[in-house]
């Protein structure tokens, strides 16, 4: 089951478990579309794979099967 990770691992930008704006790789990375569009053109920064837009689980699922509240943000910072 996805984690649903709440937010941008590049600039920490909210990213709710409705957003349309969260993009993940195959390994769950998770990233804001402007991040991905300006600065990593699609592709992850960690391992190389293709950034997709992450689904959407229906808020009556939310309840049974919360998102995680666990932020992930590169200290680094993500390429330019």
């Known amino acids: ?3 649903l990770r709440p937010s941008c691992e590049c600039c920490d930008k ?6 349309a704006q969260a993009l993940i790789c195959s390994f769950e990375c998770t990233f804001c ?11 992850c920064p960690n391992c190389g794979g293709e950034l997709v ?23 680094a910072g993500c390429p330019n």
């Open 1 to 3: 089951m996805l984690e």
């Open 53 to 75: 837009r992450r689904p959407i689980r229906p808020a009556r699922k939310l309840e049974k099967f919360p998102a995680s509240s666990q932020r992930v943000v590169k200290t």
């Open 33 to 43: 579309q402007a991040c991905s569009d300006q600065r990593l053109h699609g592709t």
């Open 14 to 19: 909210d990213l709710p478990p409705d957003s």
